[in-house]
């Protein structure tokens, strides 16, 4: 449970606030123990999702490293997916905060302390181009 954690979750959040001077946007996420989900909004061009990743990557490494927790800590790569309508953003925000649930953490999502919401994000034709991440 490596990203499961008070301190990674607290770098998370720290990079994810940071990212604010930059105009990237996390909405909501959730910090499962071995992979993370969330919502994020960035700048054209859509290549800097990319390098965006990496930079979180490397980040929270680093908080995994003061943790003792050997590297390697990531897979190469992640997914992703572009939002197109009101009811994806629900059903994809439900599907992400479930996996608590599905994995046997805790019974009810809400219960599940590593998750939360950066800044709001609206669906408008802005969030349409935004992408949803699992890394």
Same mark, same amino acid.
């Given at each position: 449970?490596?990203?499961?954690?008070?301190?990674?979750h607290?770098?998370?959040?720290?990079?994810?606030?940071e990212?604010?001077?930059?105009d990237?946007?996390?909405?909501? =996420?959730?910090?499962?123990? !071995? *992979?993370? *989900?969330?919502?994020? /909004?960035?700048?054209?061009?859509?290549?800097?999702?990319? !390098?965006w990743? /990496?930079?979180? /990557?490397?980040?929270?490494?680093?908080?995994?490293?003061?943790?003792?927790v050997?590297?390697?800590? &990531?897979?190469?790569?992640?997914?992703? *997916?572009?939002?197109?309508?009101?009811?994806? =953003?629900?059903?994809? &925000?439900? =599907?992400?905060?479930?996996?608590?649930?599905?994995?046997?953490?805790?019974? !009810?999502?809400?219960? &599940?302390?590593?998750?939360?919401?950066?800044?709001?994000?609206?669906? !408008?034709?802005?969030?349409?181009?935004?992408?949803?991440?699992?890394?």
């Amino acid at each position: 449970m490596i990203l499961a954690h008070p301190s990674v979750h607290k770098t998370f959040v720290q990079f994810c606030r940071e990212g604010l001077k930059r105009d990237i946007f996390v909405g909501r =996420y959730i910090l499962m123990p !071995d *992979h993370i *989900h969330l919502f994020v /909004k960035l700048p054209p061009p859509s290549e800097n999702l990319s !390098d965006w990743i /990496k930079s979180l /990557k490397n980040f929270l490494s680093r908080a995994l490293r003061f943790c003792d927790v050997a590297a390697p800590h &990531w897979q190469k790569g992640f997914f992703d *997916h572009v939002l197109r309508s009101t009811e994806s =953003y629900s059903e994809k &925000w439900f =599907y992400m905060v479930e996996n608590s649930v599905r994995a046997g953490l805790v019974t !009810d999502w809400a219960q &599940w302390p590593f998750q939360g919401e950066i800044q709001a994000l609206r669906l !408008d034709e802005s969030l349409r181009r935004s992408r949803t991440t699992a890394t």
